[in-house]
């Protein structure tokens, strides 16, 4: 086992990092209590608001400007984290809020989804490096960027259908838990302090936001089909899907990116596939798009979407362990 880190870093961390990612998560939907309407549009506010509240104290990325002062608009790499996953979750936060208010629910659940998937293709465009190689072969930055922004959507659209129907208002904590502890684990044994504490910081955030919609007492749906919508028109369904889907850009986004740019920016002997797991974790959850897939019963079915889930994750963690030490110094 290594050693493990001085008391004085430990404590910095948490101080510094996760109490503000804990407390900066929870605010923001703790106050949806006193006002329920805006209990869905406060998650993504609130996992803004732990991701970034740590930033505030020692800043681990650039908000808007690099060191040049050069707009990170034109920086194309993980530095752009921020404003790229700020960018996304204040979309979904204002999508989510007017969606639900809206009486015209075919139209806004288009324009809803609609805008959720341009922020994230433009996200894409945003994180793709333009030096990404694969087998020594650059891969021309617009096709990264393609590939990365359809990955993204890929991964919010089941975060929204699968997870969130399976896992119902214990999605964020829980998606908070496995996504993290595996994207943490990599970025440790990747040897990069600073991708390892954004990977805290969201997932910390993530947890924190989820803590008031795991509690709220709600009562119990019977419905047991696919993204909750069991005999609706495919205008309820496209209404679900662009309402809920900005409850989940911003870890959608971020997560993959993060993972990117540890795979191409550090020093590690840690495999690709171990980054490349981590990163796409949600993708698994595709396989219960298949409607024989899906168990009929709640209790199996989230066992079920929860271990296919976590699979990928598994297999980083595994990866990560086996071919590379902490190395704390």
């Known amino acids: 086992m290594p050693p493990l880190p001085p008391f004085e870093v430990i404590q910095d961390k948490i101080v510094y990092l996760i109490l503000p990612a804990l407390l900066g998560g929870f605010l923001i939907p703790l106050a949806s209590i006193r006002w329920p309407r805006l209990a869905r549009a406060a998650l993504p506010v609130g996992i803004l608001t732990g991701f970034a509240l740590p930033n505030l104290f020692e800043q681990r990325l650039n908000w808007w400007l690099d060191q040049s002062g050069q707009w990170l608009l034109f920086e194309h790499s ?19 809020f007017f969606a639900e208010r809206s009486s015209a629910r075919a139209i806004m659940g288009r324009v809803a989804l609609g805008l959720n998937v341009a922020a994230m293709v433009f996200a894409g465009w945003w994180l793709a490096p333009g030096d990404l190689k694969w087998n020594q072969t650059l891969i021309p930055q617009p096709v990264a960027a393609g590939i990365l922004g359809i990955t993204m959507i890929a991964i919010a659209c089941l975060l929204t259908m699968v997870w969130q129907a399976a896992a119902g208002s214990k999605a964020w904590i829980w998606l908070a838990f496995l996504w993290g502890l595996a994207s943490v684990t990599v970025m440790i044994h990747a040897h990069s302090l600073v991708f390892t504490d954004l990977a805290i910081a969201m ?28 005999h609706g028109s495919f205008r309820e369904k496209v209404f679900a899907l662009g309402s809920s889907i900005g409850c989940w850009t911003g870890p959608a986004v971020f997560f993959p990116a993060l993972t990117l740019g540890a795979a191409t920016n550090t020093y590690s002997e840690l495999p690709l596939l171990t980054f490349f797991a981590a990163g796409i974790m949600p993708l698994s959850l595709a396989i219960f798009l298949i409607p024989a897939l899906w168990p009929k019963c709640p209790h199996r079915r989230l066992i079920y979407v929860t271990i296919v889930l976590a699979l990928p994750g598994i297999l980083a963690m595994i990866l990560a362990v086996s071919n590379e030490s902490i190395g704390v110094g």
């Open 203 to 230: 997932s910390c955030g993530l947890f924190a936001a989820g803590i008031v919609p795991a509690f709220q007492v709600k009562k119990s749906s019977e419905n047991c089909d696919l993204g909750g919508e069991a």
């Open 78 to 96: 993980w530095y752009s984290l921020f404003p790229a996953t700020a960018l996304c979750l204040i979309v979904g936060a204002l999508t989510t």
